[in-house]
């Protein structure tokens, strides 16, 4: 028989206190939502027991945790300067809930079309610093998870990374219409659509 476990709501009863101290300098909100709606990640990666292969995207996967909560950012979409400290709020939230037991074993990461001045600015405000780990590839050094930038342009140009780019621009351009981003189309030149049809043919096969 499991037991019921009591929640008491500590920090409704401070903020009451804080109200009482306060209420003439203060504005004092309990319980206040930091979102709209529920509070999600993009993606989660949880890690199996089976090793994981390199051949397809191996920027990715050989940069997995045993969780990996990543960011896409797809071809209309922006970096922006609030990404970065969202990713790591995001990873604060599921060390919270114990789905972490340690902090190394989480790693975070973004895929986004290009990497704008304005966010590697970002990048030093935070204390962190980018190391290069190949064409496209950064570890944002400095942070408290392991984290990753992937330059989608540049990542997809090297061998087994050409899906990165259904986050690129010109993917979905009226002239390298990418039927995948938009779901309709024909199969063009584009670096996704080729190594996604593939991948869909060995499948049915």
Not at 16 to 35: G, P, Q
Not at 127 to 134: N, Q, T, V, Y
């Amino acid at each position: 028989m499991s037991r019921l476990k009591y929640y008491t709501p500590w920090h409704s009863l401070f903020a009451t206190l804080l109200k009482r101290k306060y209420r003439s300098s203060l504005t004092v909100i309990s319980e206040y939502a930091l979102s709209e709606g529920p509070v999600r990640g993009d993606v989660l990666l949880i890690r199996k027991e089976a090793p994981v292969p390199l051949a397809e995207l191996p920027v990715i996967g050989a940069r997995l945790g045993q969780r990996t909560l990543l960011e896409f950012k797809g071809p209309t979409d922006r970096l922006e300067l609030l990404d970065l400290p969202t990713l790591v709020g995001y990873g604060c939230f599921l060390e919270a809930q114990g789905d972490v037991k340690d902090p190394r074993d989480l790693h975070l990461m973004i895929v986004a079309s290009g990497l704008p001045e304005p966010f590697r600015q970002r990048v030093r405000e935070a204390g962190g610093h980018l190391i290069s780990e190949g064409r496209g590839v950064y570890l944002i050094d400095g942070l408290m998870y392991t984290t990753y930038l992937i330059e989608a342009g540049a990542a997809s140009e090297t061998p087994g990374n050409g899906p990165l780019y259904l986050s690129v621009r010109a993917c979905c351009r009226r002239r390298t219409f990418c039927k995948h981003a938009s779901g309709r189309g024909k199969l063009t030149s584009c670096r996704c659509c080729v190594s996604i049809s593939r991948s869909e043919g060995e499948v049915r096969r």
